[in-house]
T-cell receptor
Framework: AQTVTQSQPEMSVQEAETVTLSCTYDTSENNYYLFWYKQPPSRQMILVIRQEAYKQQNATENRFSVNFQKAAKSFSLKISDSQLGDTAMYFCASLSYNTDKLIFGTGTRLQVFP | DADVTQTPRNRITKTGKRIMLECSQTKGHDRMYWYRQDPGLGLRLIYYSFDVKDINKGEISDGYSVSRQAQAKFSLSLESAIPNQTALYFC???????????FGSGTRLTVV
């Protein structure tokens, strides 16, 4: 079974600084994806970044990057140059090619302060 | 128009009432999902459907039922609502070939 663990319920960062959100996962699958989703107060689920497990290179999307450690089953999200608009709930999720079911962690609430 | 539309956006209902949450999509995706979000618990899968004739229970299906009326429509029903079903409900779709999920904007349901 897939599980996803986010051990930081809340975090805060000052505007323009860098913050890292942690995520660990467990799966018996060899082929899977990992995701970070952002949920702002509007409650829309927004895909931030996605990593295919067979790719060793860490994914990046502008100010967002991941540190994917496959052996350790770790998938952290780094947000550089934090902006007020980054204030949101962030969910880590995994998806197995075999099941195509997206499994979520419990989320980290990020507050960006001016 | 949104790719995945959920109605209603917000709903308050009484204990014991039957309620249906509706989801429609214009993505042309075969796969559709219903999730429930609770504070501190993340999103949990209620039901999922890989095509019109294929419906499967997720991890928390008790107290819920679904209907896949067409490729584009997937409804979630609470036969007899109870207060602990108060939550934010999301519908999502995905394409088999790229595992990309698209979410609706959610239905906030309050059972009083």
């Amino acid at each position: 079974a897939q599980t996803v663990t986010q051990s930081q319920p809340e975090m805060s960062v000052q505007e323009a600084e860098t913050v890292t959100l942690s995520c660990t996962y467990d799966t018996s699958e060899n082929n899977y994806y990992l995701f970070w989703y952002k949920q702002p107060p509007s409650r829309q689920m927004i895909l931030v970044i996605r990593q295919e497990a067979y790719k060793q290179q860490n994914a990046t999307e502008n100010r967002f990057s991941v540190n994917f450690q496959k052996a350790a089953k770790s998938f952290s999200l780094k947000i550089s140059d934090s902006q007020l608009g980054d204030t949101a709930m962030y969910f880590c999720a995994s998806l197995s090619y075999n099941t195509d079911k997206l499994i979520f962690g419990t989320g980290t609430r990020l507050q960006v302060f001016p | 128009d949104a790719d995945v539309t959920q109605t209603p956006r917000n709903r308050i209902t009484k204990t014991g009432k039957r309620i249906m949450l509706e989801c429609s999509q214009t993505k042309g995706h075969d796969r559709m999902y219903w999730y429930r979000q609770d504070p501190g618990l993340g999103l949990r899968l209620i039901y999922y459907s890989f095509d019109v004739k294929d419906i499967n229970k997720g991890e928390i299906s008790d107290g819920y039922s679904v209907s896949r009326q067409a490729q584009a429509k997937f409804s979630l029903s609470l036969e007899s609502a109870i207060p602990n079903q108060t939550a934010l409900y999301f519908c999502a779709t995905s394409a088999a070939e790229n595992y990309g999920y698209t979410f609706g904007s959610g239905t906030r349901l309050t059972v009083v």
